[in-house]
């Protein structure tokens, strides 16, 4: 039989328990709740087997799209002119957490979609491409890089700096003849006065080598947020973003290929 004192102690021991219990599962999960950092595990690590193939092509894929999923493509972009470091830099859109991230809520499709699917999303707008073969050695390879990438974010959790940090709406509206300025002073250095860019080192802005009207970067503010903060590349930090949406408004006001009717639902 428990006296009054034995079931304070019980209880006082419980309490104990549950408290170390909750010191231990905080100190599991990172600081702020519900956000890990999107830090790389090293590539070094993969193993030499059938996975550890797939994953590197994975990278590959990630690194020189047009090289390795060449049919699949029909611009000059890599996945990693835009999801900067081959996906792994927080802040530019990063691959780390996306396969806990996924399926969800698609707002363009309108519907709850899977990784897979969104890695379509992007061939078919951002690549100007076509969807891979979903059972494909390619799309296996870039699933199996992203769950690499995702192996030490909790299930549930998204990592610091997912997509790119959006920018807070401009002071003034978006000046193009401002934006026309800057990118003959600053951008046509790299991205050539025509936008054409010097594939694969630099890439193109617009013309038939960039992404179709569809893709995410044609929209003024999403490319404001990139350019805010990772352009121009030798000296990333050095435009206002009154100056970002100027350069965005510019470059959104150029010709770019269309969407193929037959990709809309992507
Ligand atoms: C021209 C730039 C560009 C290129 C090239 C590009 N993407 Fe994207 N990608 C984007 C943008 C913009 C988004 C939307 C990010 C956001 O929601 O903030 C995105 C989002 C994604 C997402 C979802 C990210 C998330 O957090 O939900 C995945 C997955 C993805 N891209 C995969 C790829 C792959 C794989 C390739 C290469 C085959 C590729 N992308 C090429 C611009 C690009
Ligand atoms: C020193 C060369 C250099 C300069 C100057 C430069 N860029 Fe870039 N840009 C790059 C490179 C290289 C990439 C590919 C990503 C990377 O490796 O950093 C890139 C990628 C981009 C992308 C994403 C890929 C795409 O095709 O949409 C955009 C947008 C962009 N730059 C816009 C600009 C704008 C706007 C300026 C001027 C304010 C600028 N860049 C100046 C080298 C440069």
Not at 146 to 158: C, E, F, I, N, Y
Not at 179 to 198: E, K, M, N, W
Request: hydrophobic fraction near 40%.
């Amino acid at each position: 039989m428990l006296t009054a004192k034995n079931k304070m102690r019980t209880g006082a021991s419980l309490v104990i328990a549950l408290l170390g219990l909750m010191i231990a599962a905080c100190s599991l999960s990172s600081p702020t709740p519900g956000r890990v950092s999107a830090h790389a595990p090293n590539i070094d690590t993969v193993p030499y087997d059938k996975l550890g193939a797939s994953i590197r092509l994975g990278r590959k894929l990630v690194q020189a799209t047009p090289i390795y999923a060449r049919r699949y493509t029909g611009n000059e972009l890599s996945c990693a002119d835009c999801h900067l470091k081959d996906g792994t830099q927080a802040n530019a859109a990063p691959f780390a957490g996306l396969s806990g991230d996924f399926p969800a809520w698609n707002q363009r499709a309108g519907r709850v979609i899977t990784l897979a699917e969104r890695i379509e999303e992007c061939f078919v707008r951002s690549e100007n491409g076509r969807p891979l073969p979903a059972d494909g050695r390619r799309m296996t390879a870039l699933l199996a890089y992203m769950q690499w990438l995702s192996r030490d974010v909790p299930a549930g959790k998204t990592v610091q700096g997912r997509g790119f940090a959006p920018l807070p709406p401009p002071a003034a509206a978006p000046n193009p003849a401002a934006g026309q300025h800057l990118y003959r002073v600053i951008c046509a250095a790299c991205h050539g006065p025509q936008g054409g860019g010097q594939p694969p080192r630099i890439p193109p802005l617009w013309g038939p080598g960039s992404y179709n009207q569809g893709a995410g970067m044609n929209q003024i503010a999403t490319m404001a947020a990139f350019v805010v903060r990772w352009m121009p590349a030798n000296q990333p930090g050095s435009l206002s973003p009154q100056q970002a949406y100027d350069v965005a408004a510019y470059i959104h006001g150029k010709p770019r290929p269309k969407l193929a009717p037959q990709y809309r639902s992507y």
